[in-house]
């Protein structure tokens, strides 16, 4: 594949590859779960001691369904609203972003809300014998599902034009709440894992996120008798499935990058191909599993709400 960008539009949904029976119904009940949480969730906003002339500068405390406290650093602008309101999620290696880069969506208008995640595990789909609400790749989705309601709810937000941004592990986080939260009207990633585990395990690939996959097989299956039961369990916390279900009306700028070799091309591009919704592709042949100064430009400008914003 050659580098450069393709624009798809909106199509019937159709069913990706390896999707759990009933994961729709189940998702689409957890976020519910979510929304109702969020409406009566007991917020704790503590200044950061950060000074912006532009915004104040929060973080977030809330809890989860299972009691997990969670936090999310918030931007909030200074100039009433109602205004768009972006959630960005970080890769699985490389930690939360600073303030000084999180203010930069400022400048595009938006109320910005950077989720934290709760500390990962060495094997993100460890418990998945047990059902999808056992692995950690789950609840990070619906950690993710209750901070984009949450975001919603936030002073001078307009809840009909939420964003979501995720590069790497944030991907995952970043297309699940863009289909099951209502109001998210486009989702950028760059990156996508965990995508197609199965085809990422038949390249050989490793890391933060695909580790786990790698240890179950040289430990709990060696052979890999059970795969199939497996990587059916996987689906439930998979990017690629998360991107079968985003509405027509949102739009997806999705970046893959050519010589990755943490989240492999392939697996990347079933995410993608998966989605139905209005989208764009943009492929960068001779770059890695890293941050690219072209993609955050492409971002900027899809960002845009045009007449809106006014």
Known sequence: MMGGS????????RPAQGVPEGFEAYWRARAEAC??????????PVPTGIQAETAECLTVGFTAHDGQRLAARV????????????????DADRGPRGWFHLAR????????????YRPLPRDLFAGWQEGPGAMPAA??????????????????????????????LGALPALAAAALVPGVAKCAVLNAQPAAARIAWEQGVSGPVYGGVTRHFRVDDPCA??????FAALGWADAANFAALLPAGTGLLDGVCLMDGVAP???????????????????????GHERLNDFENRHLSFMHFGERDA
Request: charged share 20%; hydrophobic share 45%; with cysteine.
């Open 6 to 13: 393709a624009a798809a539009p909106a199509g019937e949904r």
């Open 35 to 44: 929304a109702d949480l969020a409406a009566t969730a007991a917020v704790d």
């Open 75 to 90: 931007l909030l602008p200074k100039a009433p609203g109602p205004r768009p309101c972006i959630l960005t999620w970080h």
């Open 105 to 116: 969506y400022l400048a595009a208008g938006c109320v910005v809300v950077h989720p934290e």
């Open 139 to 168: 609840r990070l989705v619906e950690d993710a599902l209750l901070a984009a309601h949450l975001a919603a709810r936030l002073p001078g937000v307009d809840a009909s034009r939420l964003m979501t941004h995720g590069e790497g």
């Open 225 to 230: 008798e059970r795969a199939d039961e497996y």
């Open 265 to 287: 091309p392939a697996a990347q591009l079933a995410a993608y191909e998966g989605a139905t919704c209005a989208k764009r592709l943009v492929t960068y042949p001779k770059y």
